[in-house]
């Protein structure tokens, strides 16, 4: 494992609820509304990972029975920046984690004659500078995606970036690893890799159809 990938920039959440969970989203008998709770209910637990090392201040509350000295997050604000369409998927779960979070858009297409993706709409906060970037797609396979849309947000100006996906395939990891030296990545299981089409195996299928119920 330790040649896929690298351990300080890779993160992998082997939670025995996330993993109880992510079995019954592989499976084909699971149905698009249960499929659906399921990608938010993962992501919040992606997202508490993603977030462990924002700063924190204290402050002086008053409880009901005395004065106390507290902490709260300082300073950092967070972007959540789904990748269409299955990104989407993911949102709601972080925003239950982070009501605050202002939440982007990149909506990625391949070229029919290069293959490669590029971005047909793009909505960003005007200050993504200045905000942690939470890429999420729940699928990592070849990495193409993942990697022009990290090449938008650094154009873009944006700094602090972290990609949290669901499944990555090994293909996917070394890709997005090796476009971007700086970005952090998030997933709850690293798959065998993909197969002639490029679906990740064993997978779960294709998450957008799956989320959206158009099998």
Same mark, same amino acid.
């Given at each position: ?145 993942? $990697? =022009? !849309?990290? /090449?938008? *947000? &650094?154009?873009?100006? +944006?700094? @602090? ?5 669901? $499944? =990555? !395939?090994? /293909?996917? *990891? &070394?890709?997005?690893? +090796?476009? @971007? ?7 709850? !299981? ?7 089409? +490029? ?17």
């Amino acid at each position: 494992m330790a040649a896929i990938y690298d351990p300080e920039r890779v993160t992998l959440i082997d939670h025995p609820l996330v993993q109880h969970k992510l079995s019954i989203l592989r499976d084909r008998a699971t149905g698009t509304k249960q499929f659906r709770d399921l990608v938010g209910e993962l992501a919040l637990f992606e997202g508490y990972e993603a977030t462990r090392d924002l700063p924190l201040e204290n402050v002086e509350i008053e409880t009901p029975v005395r004065r106390a000295s507290c902490r709260q997050l300082s300073g950092k604000k967070l972007a959540i920046v789904p990748i269409l369409r299955a990104g989407l998927g993911m949102v709601d779960g972080l925003l239950e984690l982070v009501p605050s979070a202002r939440v982007g858009h990149i909506g990625m297409s391949r070229d029919e004659v290069t293959h490669r993706p590029h971005e047909y709409y793009c909505k960003l906060p005007g200050d993504i500078a200045e905000r942690v970037c939470l890429v999420v797609d729940p699928m990592l396979a070849t990495g193409g995606s993942a $990697v =022009a !849309a990290l /090449e938008y *947000l &650094r154009r873009q100006g +944006a700094r @602090d970036v972290r990609f949290l996906c669901i $499944v =990555a !395939a090994p /293909e996917g *990891l &070394r890709a997005l690893q +090796a476009a @971007d030296s700086a970005v952090r990545i998030f997933a709850c !299981a690293i798959d065998e890799g993909l197969n002639e089409n +490029a679906y990740i195996v064993p997978g779960l299928g294709d998450a957008g159809d799956r989320i959206f119920g158009t099998l």
